[in-house]
């Protein structure tokens, strides 16, 4: 499992018209993605994931997000590996999912 943290300072109501196209373009069905998180930060929105694997978060960055973002939100994309943090998933239980890694 790959988990990674992204900090964005931009307003939430960025994050909440993302939130709505990416999930309107892919049907709700994003491959290997277990959970995702947003919230509301003082400086903008934080989103937490937990993917399959690395290989996973960085395809549907490149493929979906990167493109809905270069539409929607002002300015250059960030580089990649910027602004977002790695970390080791060491267990993740979504009961409604029936997940219990």
């Known amino acids: 499992m790959y988990g990674v943290v992204s900090r964005v300072p931009a307003p939430v109501e960025l994050y909440d018209a993302l939130h709505a196209e990416l ?3 892919v049907e ?3 491959e290997g993605l277990l959970v995702h998180i947003g919230r509301a930060t003082d400086d903008g ?10 290989e996973h978060f960085e395809r549907y960055n490149r493929d979906v997000v990167g493109p809905v973002m270069a539409e929607m939100a002002p300015g250059p994309p960030p580089a990649p590996g910027q602004g977002y943090d790695e970390f080791d998933v060491r267990g993740l239980i979504v009961p409604s ?3 219990y890694i």
């Open 23 to 25: 999930h309107r373009r």
């Open 28 to 30: 709700g069905k994003v």
């Open 45 to 54: 929105f934080e989103v937490v994931e937990v993917w399959e694997s690395q």
């Open 97 to 99: 999912a029936a997940i």
